[in-house]
Nanobody
Framework: QVQLVESGGGLVQPGGSVRLSCQAS??????????IGWFREPPGKEREAVSCVDSFGRANYSDSVKGRFTISRDNVRSTVYLEMQRLKPEDTAVYYCGAEGIRYCSGSYIGWGQGTQVTVSS
């Protein structure tokens, strides 16, 4: 139902910042009905939830990123952003976005992007 493309990853120093983007290949009318989540897969570890924003703009965060990461959405551009600040080496991971296909952050995703690598290292 939806294709997603992440971008913005790269190499960043500890304490630095980066903004990830997740653009969906659906119209504004469709996109604005979707909750969008960010997940990450650290090397050798399982994929974990990072953040989610529902169709109303309400956001949640995992404890490990709360206070450092900010999720936001631009429905006109069918895009969700993840602003990551004060990055730590343990934030190193492939970051994925997923669309739930419903308004709420329920954990049921219908589409995923291919991921973008974020490496936090000196």
């Amino acid at each position: 139902q939806v294709q997603l493309v992440e971008s913005g990853g790269g190499l960043v120093q500890p304490g630095g910042s980066v903004r990830l983007s997740c653009q969906a290949s659906v119209s504004e009318l469709t996109f604005e009905r979707y909750a969008i989540g960010w997940f990450r897969e650290p090397p050798g570890k399982e994929r974990e939830a990072v953040s989610c924003v529902d169709s109303f703009g309400r956001a949640n965060y995992s404890d490990s990123v709360k206070g450092r990461f900010t999720i936001s959405r631009d429905n006109v551009r069918s895009t969700v952003y993840l602003e990551m600040q004060r990055l730590k080496p343990e934030d190193t991971a492939v970051y994925y976005c997923g669309a739930e296909g419903i308004r709420y952050c329920s954990g049921s995703y219908i589409g995923w992007g291919q991921g973008t690598q974020v490496t936090v290292s000196s």
